[in-house]
C-alpha cells in the first residue's frame, strides 16, 4: 500500500508542476484512481488527504477533489511595484487556499461561526496567535489579545476608545499609513507629527512632544516602513519605551511587516516593556 500511496502522491504532484492539471482542475474521481493505480479505493482516499493537508488539493463536498492554487501564477510586469498600497499583489492572492481554510472551518465549527461568541474572538485562534506571537518575541495571553475584522478596524477602535492616561491627542510618525491619518482625521482626533527620515527620528522632539502635548498614544510603524523603508534599531526602540513610560504615553505598534525583518536579533517594542500595560 505504501508504494501505491507514495505513487499516487507523486503523480499527482507531476502533473501539476507539468502543467497537466492546473488550478481549479478537477481530478480523477477515487473510482478512477484506484482503477488507475490498482489499488483500493482507501488508499487513494489516504493520499488525497495528504494532498489536502499540504494545501495542493482541496474537497468539494459531493464533487471531487481540485487543485489548489498552486503559488506558481505568473505575474506580469515583474518590474512594477505599487507603494501605495502595500498589500499583497492581488494577481497571487492564494485564493482557493482561503477557500479550503474556510470550507474547513465551517465543516468543523459550523453555527459557532454564525451566532455571537466571544466578544475578544475565538478563544482557540486566540491560543494559536499567541503561540505564534512568540516566534516574534510577543509573549503574551489570549486574554489579552483582541481579533478584529482587520487592522483598520483595530485603528479605529484605538483613535477613538479612551486610555487610562486620560489624554486625548495622537502622535504620528511623518510620513506614515495613510489609512492611520484618515482614520485620525474621519475621528477628528487633534493630531500631532514628528518628522521620519531614513536616519531616524529626534529623541529630544520626541521627549518635547511627549512632555508637553497631552499625548494619548504614538502610532509607529518599527520596522519596514512605508515608504521609507526605515528600521530602528533595538537601542532606539528601547529608548522610545523608556520616554513613553517615563511621561505615561501609551504605544500603538503597527509591526505588520515583522516577518519581512531579516534581522532574527530585532525585536519588537513590545519586548521592551515587562509590564505589557503600555502597548496596544
Known amino acids: 500500500m505504501t508504494t501505491k500511496y507514495k505513487g499516487i502522491l507523486e503523480w499527482v504532484i507531476q502533473e501539476i508542476e507539468e502543467k497537466r492539471l492546473k488550478a481549479g482542475d478537477k481530478l ?7 482503477e488507475q493505480f490498482q489499488c483500493s479505493k482507501n488508499t487513494v482516499v489516504k493520499a488525497l488527504l495528504e494532498l489536502e493537508q499540504q494545501h495542493i488539493v482541496y474537497a468539494k463536498p459531493k464533487s471531487g477533489y481540485y487543485v489548489v492554487d498552486y503559488y506558481q501564477t505568473p505575474i506580469p510586469h515583474e518590474d512594477d511595484i ?7 499583489d492581488k494577481r497571487i492572492m492564494p485564493y482557493e487556499d482561503f477557500q479550503h481554510c474556510m470550507n474547513q472551518a465551517i465543516d468543523h465549527y459550523k453555527e ?6 466571544e466578544q475578544q474572538g475565538l478563544f482557540s485562534l486566540r491560543k494559536e496567535l499567541m503561540e ?11 486574554d489579552r489579545l483582541v481579533i478584529t475584522s482587520g487592522s483598520q478596524q483595530a485603528l479605529h477602535i484605538l483613535s477613538i476608545m479612551p486610555f487610562p492616561n486620560g489624554k486625548k491627542n495622537v502622535l504620528i510618525e511623518q510620513p506614515t499609513y495613510f489609512g492611520m491619518i484618515d482614520t485620525l482625521q474621519l475621528n477628528q482626533i487633534t493630531t500631532l507629527g514628528i518628522e521620519l527620515t531614513i536616519n531616524g527620528i529626534d529623541f529630544e522632539k520626541l521627549e518635547y512632544l511627549f512632555r508637553t502635548n497631552d499625548i494619548k498614544f504614538f502610532y509607529i510603524i518599527p520596522r519596514c516602513h512605508n515608504p521609507l523603508g526605515h528600521h ?13 513610560e ?5 504605544i500603538v505598534e503597527d509591526d505588520f511587516l515583522a ?19 503600555s502597548f496596544m
Open 259 to 277: 516577518e519581512l525583518d531579516t534581522d532574527s536579533k530585532a525585536d519588537p517594542l513590545f519586548a521592551y516593556e515587562p509590564t505589557e500595560e
Open 112 to 117: 459557532q461561526l454564525f451566532t455571537y461568541s
Open 132 to 142: 505564534y506571537l512568540q516566534h516574534l518575541q510577543v509573549f503574551t495571553k489570549p
Open 28 to 34: 480523477p474521481s477515487i473510482r478512477m484512481l484506484a
Open 232 to 244: 530602528y534599531t533595538n537601542k532606539e526602540k528601547k529608548k522610545i519605551v523608556a520616554l513613553a
Open 82 to 88: 505599487d507603494f501605495l498600497s502595500a498589500g499583497p
Open 246 to 250: 517615563k511621561y505615561d504615553v501609551y
